[in-house]
């Protein structure tokens, strides 16, 4: 064979290897079901001699001691392509952008060693009833805490606890410190002072490590005091405030208008009825008819009456008739324009979370222990708590509860989260102190699962002296959030 054509003939076997390997992506990918049909047909085609293997072992020349595969279960070969012994990979088709997909729900993380539940109790007074399950096989000793909000105090205390009041802010702490034994559930009591009626409290408690610092898990209860009577008489509003009064106000007002008006009209008529009427005026000598001159000719003309002469200038109505019209017309502007803008504001809901604009979802406000929703996710912050770090800072963590709402995997991010200062700046996350509380964990990198709870310390270091009033926690970029008022 001449040389150019083996050369020709090397370079279409090439492209023609290139175009199988190119087109071998496309290929559907072989399905577990697909297998399955595919075998039992594989196992009923009968094997030629010629394409059986010739079974080789340790006593056999040239043998290896290899396994031999069976008849029938050689790998399938793709349709076309020539069967060479060697397999080629199939690469999975992977969704073009833009088709849909199935939602990922993600991997939800462990269950804590240890789990809290808080119930408020049924008394007269404030009081709560907590539960320490440790889940684990062996003993493990605990810190657990409730936060009391400011001005509560503590009126029993289950055996072991310990009351603290923090004198910047009034605010309250419980703290016990447990063992507890394996697979057992510990009750924790507390009873507070009485509060007014209608008022409601809220105490979330944590069980933290040996420590205090690493929170297994959280809990929150709200105790609902009893409702305020309905018999309860409203203070009476002002007489300026009164709709009855002001249009009685009104109504007289525009009555005294008409009876000025009515009576200025008849003191106009009667004095243009008794106007004197008097004889005709003589010019030069020369009598004259009431109507004009007399004729000429001579002749005596006695007096007649004169014909009454046609009417005068037109009066106008008095100066305080019209400026008390005008005031009528005023005060009824202003009456209507007072009583609108009462009605506009007695109808809005102070209750009601402003809307949010571009955001998705609605944003909301709550204080230390209540769960406030937003768009993906539900944030519960537990206990805020601030130590000095260096000369002129300081470093506050804060505990809080991250629950997904949504039917797949949420990512959020350190930057989005942050504390606002009473001056009115903020700070975000410090991560690398975030990451070393939460013991090298980066919970930020993972995404937290559709549905699962967790709950883990957030640090941010701030400068000088004065504490967080505010937490924004959001979970991405374009979420409305929530704000969490710092006591």
């Given at each position: 064979m001449p040389a150019s054509r083996r050369h020709h003939r090397a370079l279409a076997v090439f492209v023609h290897g290139l175009g199988v390997l190119a087109a071998v992506p496309a290929l559907p990918t072989a399905t577990p079901a697909t297998r399955a049909e595919a075998a039992p047909a594989a196992v009923s085609a009968p094997a030629s001699p010629a394409a059986a293997p010739t079974p080789r072992g340790p006593g056999t020349p040239g043998g290896t001691g290899a396994p031999v595969a069976a008849a029938g279960h050689a790998p399938p070969v793709a349709p076309g392509v020539a069967a060479t012994g060697a397999v080629i990979p199939v690469t999975p088709a992977v969704p073009a952008p833009g088709m849909a997909t199935t939602a990922n729900p993600g991997a939800p993380r462990p269950a804590p060693p240890v789990t809290v539940t808080v119930a408020p109790a049924g008394t007269p007074v404030p009081g709560y009833r907590i539960r320490v399950r440790n889940d684990t096989s062996t003993p493990l000793d605990t810190t657990v805490r409730q936060e009391l909000p400011a001005g509560a105090s503590t009126t029993a205390v289950s055996a072991g606890g310990r009351a603290t009041r923090s004198a910047a802010n009034g605010t309250g702490e419980v703290t016990w410190r447990l063992r507890l034994p394996a697979r057992s559930t510990t009750t924790l009591d507390t009873a507070l002072a009485a509060t007014a009626p209608g008022t409601s409290v809220t105490a979330p408690a944590c069980a933290y490590t040996s420590d205090g610092n690493r929170p297994y898990d959280c809990a929150t209860a709200t105790w609902q005091a009893a409702p305020v009577p309905a018999a309860k008489v409203e203070e009476a509003a002002p007489a300026w405030?009164?709709?009855?009064?002001?249009?009685?106000?009104?109504?007289?007002?525009?009555?005294?208008?008409?009876?000025?008006?009515?009576?200025?009209?008849?003191?106009?008529?009667?004095?243009?009825?008794?106007?004197?009427?008097?004889?005709?005026?003589?010019?030069?000598?020369?009598?004259?008819?009431?109507?004009?001159?007399?004729?000429?000719?001579?002749?005596?003309?006695?007096?007649?009456?004169?014909?009454?002469?046609?009417?005068?200038?037109?009066?106008?109505?008095?100066?305080?008739?019209?400026?008390?019209?005008?005031?009528?017309?005023?005060?009824?502007?202003?009456?209507?324009?007072?009583?609108?803008?009462?009605?506009?504001?007695?109808?809005?809901?102070?209750?009601?979370?402003?809307?949010?604009?571009?955001?998705?979802?609605?944003?909301?406000?709550?204080s230390v222990g209540v769960p406030l929703r937003e768009n993906a996710f539900e944030f519960t912050v537990y206990r805020v708590t601030c130590e000095t770090a260096g000369l002129t800072g300081r470093q506050c963590q804060a505990t809080v509860g991250v629950r997904n709402l949504t039917p797949e995997q949420q990512t959020w991010h350190g930057q989005l989260q942050r504390a606002y200062l009473p001056g009115g700046n903020w700070v975000s996350t410090d991560e690398p102190a975030t990451r070393l509380a939460n013991l090298g964990r980066d919970v930020f990198a993972q995404p937290v699962a559709a549905g699962n709870r967790e709950v883990l310390p957030l640090v941010f270091t701030v400068n000088g002296a004065p504490k967080p009033k505010q937490l924004e926690l959001r979970s991405g970029v374009f979420s409305a959030g929530v704000r969490v008022d710092v006591p």
């Open positions: 405030r009164r709709p009855p009064i002001l249009a009685a106000a009104l109504a007289a007002l525009l009555v005294l208008a008409a009876g000025g008006i009515w009576r200025w009209q008849r003191a106009r008529r009667r004095r243009s009825g008794v106007e004197p009427t008097g004889t005709a005026p003589t010019v030069a000598g020369n009598p004259t008819y009431a109507g004009g001159a007399a004729a000429p000719g001579g002749g005596t003309v006695y007096p007649r009456p004169a014909a009454p002469g046609s009417s005068g200038r037109r009066r106008s109505p008095p100066v305080l008739l019209i400026v008390g019209v005008a005031a009528a017309i005023l005060a009824g502007v202003v009456f209507a324009a007072a009583w609108t803008a009462t009605q506009r504001v007695a109808a809005i809901d102070t209750t009601k979370q402003p809307t949010s604009g571009a955001w998705m979802g609605q944003s909301a406000t709550g």
